[in-house]
């Protein structure tokens, strides 16, 4: 003879007119009946199902061991299964409870299919009936689907849940169940946990409260996630900008940043320039090295010499190799300007003279020689105009050329101290030198 105990809680009937002042409902819960599962196994699932009716906060579930002795007590014995309506009722009478719940839970294929009914025992009728298919293992269906067939059962709520940014996981009471957006369907009042996920976003962890038998809108907002960044490299000191306009500061430092790609360059007097690209697409912290190679202040200077300013443009002087360029075609426009004058003096000097040498008569001649003195005047003042140009011109190119040598840079120093900051916080800030 097979003893049923109370099996599977029962999730009963409650009626949806019980309110939270109404005392609850007594229920007594046989164990299922077994239909190609063993018998172990339907013990497992009718104690879940007790469990769960339990969590329903809705009924109160009378113990298996209580209802063994109970029956004992009443020298009652199951000699087959009581699934039907009057074995509920005749049991649910002697255990004096207002509920009895029972059923079947079978198997086909991967398929498991459990049945279960509520009896009003003072009237003898079934009161919900309930037939719940479940696809997947036995301990998907002790996990979950036994709380579907509870939920079934008793007043329930369903929730839209949406995120932003969408396509985050969804997960329920710590139960993967969909994707944003995605419904929730046949949810039990009270209090739920709801955690959502997506990569480069902070995880939303909060709990939901449904409190009333109606369709509930969550929507999340999602906070971006940053991760810590280090950029290192050769030389100490170097400056860090990010994306051409972000600076960051300099080799070595520390940044945060959320989900992306980031163009990192990092630059120094008399350095070659360097870059590098870091993907940011998954949580764990990043490193990026960049080293610099030195530039020759050989190069500055021969730079310097075919064309003023280039040497320290070369060195990463940008504002004096500009000051030179500018002097340096200042001082040649003046020299070009200098020998065009000189040219155009020379010029009349060499006609006013070939005037004078072909005067017909003393007066003539005494004439184009005062002419030629003149033009002779003009040419020597144009000739110092152009010597003063010339010595110009190549003082620019002399100098630029030996502040190409002179001026190139140094090695930068970094001197790194902890300052407070307005709060009175500590911060660490860097103070770059160059050494000439």
């Known amino acids: 003879?097979?003893?049923?105990?109370?099996?599977?809680?029962?999730?009963?009937?409650?009626?949806?007119?019980?309110?939270?002042?109404?005392?609850?409902?007594?229920?007594?819960?046989?164990?299922?009946?077994?239909?190609?599962?063993?018998?172990?196994?339907?013990?497992?699932?009718?104690?879940?199902?007790?469990?769960?009716?339990?969590?329903?906060?809705?009924?109160?579930?009378?113990?298996?061991?209580?209802?063994?002795?109970?029956?004992?007590?009443?020298?009652?014995?199951?000699?087959?299964?009581?699934?039907?309506?009057?074995?509920?009722?005749?049991?649910?009478?002697?255990?004096?409870?207002?509920k009895m719940m029972g059923g079947t839970i079978s198997?086909?294929?991967?398929?498991?299919?459990?049945?279960?009914?509520?009896?009003?025992?003072?009237?003898?009728?079934?009161?919900?009936?309930?037939?719940?298919?479940?696809?997947?293992?036995?301990?998907?269906?002790?996990?979950?689907?036994?709380?579907?067939?509870?939920?079934k059962m008793v007043p329930s709520a369903s929730l839209f849940v949406s995120s932003i940014p969408g396509d985050a996981e969804i997960y329920w009471d710590l139960r993967k169940v969909g994707r944003t957006d995605?419904?929730?369907?046949?949810?039990?009042?009270?209090?739920?946990?709801?955690?959502?996920?997506?990569?480069?976003?902070?995880?939303?962890?909060?709990?939901?409260?449904?409190?009333?038998?109606?369709?509930?809108?969550?929507?999340?907002?999602?906070?971006?996630?940053?991760?810590?960044v280090r950029v290192d490299g050769t030389p100490k000191g170097a400056q860090v900008v990010m994306n051409d306009t972000v600076k960051l500061g300099t080799i070595p430092c520390m940044t945060k940043l959320p989900f992306g790609t980031y163009n990192f360059k990092i630059k120094a007097k008399g350095y070659n320039q360097n870059a590098g690209l870091l993907t940011i697409d998954r949580d764990q912290n990043y490193s990026l090295n960049l080293n610099l190679k030195r530039k020759s202040r050989t190069r500055a200077a021969i730079s310097s010499l075919f064309l003023p300013g280039s040497g320290q443009r070369y060195s990463n002087r940008p504002v004096m190799g500009a000051f030179y360029l500018l002097t340096g075609i200042g001082s040649l426009s003046v020299t070009m300007v200098s020998i065009f004058k000189k040219v155009d003096a020379q010029k009349s000097y060499d006609d006013k003279w070939?005037?004078?040498?072909?005067?017909?008569?003393?007066?003539?001649?005494?004439?184009?020689?005062?002419?030629?003195?003149?033009?002779?005047?003009?040419?020597?003042?144009?000739?110092?105009?152009?010597?003063?140009?010339?010595?110009?011109?190549?003082?620019?190119?002399?100098l630029t050329f030996l502040d190409a040598i002179v001026f190139f840079p140094g090695k930068p120093k970094v001197q790194v101290a902890p300052v407070p900051d307005q709060t009175g916080a500590l911060k660490t800030t860097a103070t770059l030198t160059y050494s000439w």
């Open 1 to 98: 003879m097979t003893k049923y105990r109370i099996l599977i809680p029962v999730l009963l009937l409650l009626l949806p007119a019980l309110s939270r002042g109404q005392e609850k409902t007594a229920v007594a819960v046989l164990q299922f009946e077994p239909r190609n599962i063993s018998q172990a196994e339907a013990v497992i699932l009718s104690d879940r199902l007790r469990a769960e009716l339990v969590n329903t906060r809705h009924f109160n579930v009378l113990e298996r061991e209580q209802m063994d002795k109970i029956l004992r007590e009443q020298k009652f014995q199951l000699t087959g299964a009581c699934s039907d309506a009057s074995c509920l009722v005749q049991v649910g009478q002697l255990m004096a409870v207002s």
């Open 107 to 151: 198997k086909i294929g991967n398929t498991y299919t459990v049945q279960a009914r509520v009896i009003d025992v003072e009237k003898g009728v079934i009161e919900t009936e309930v037939s719940q298919d479940f696809t997947g293992t036995i301990e998907d269906l002790q996990q979950w689907g036994m709380k579907k067939v509870v939920w």
């Open 182 to 228: 995605f419904k929730i369907e046949n949810e039990g009042l009270g209090s739920h946990r709801l955690i959502i996920k997506k990569p480069g976003y902070e995880d939303y962890d909060g709990t939901v409260e449904l409190k009333e038998v109606k369709d509930y809108d969550i929507k999340i907002r999602l906070t971006t996630k940053e991760y810590s």
């Open 354 to 398: 070939n005037d004078y040498l072909a005067a017909s008569n003393a007066v003539d001649a005494e004439a184009k020689y005062t002419e030629s003195s003149i033009a002779y005047n003009e040419l020597d003042a144009r000739d110092k105009d152009l010597k003063t140009a010339i010595t110009i011109a190549a003082s620019v190119w002399s």
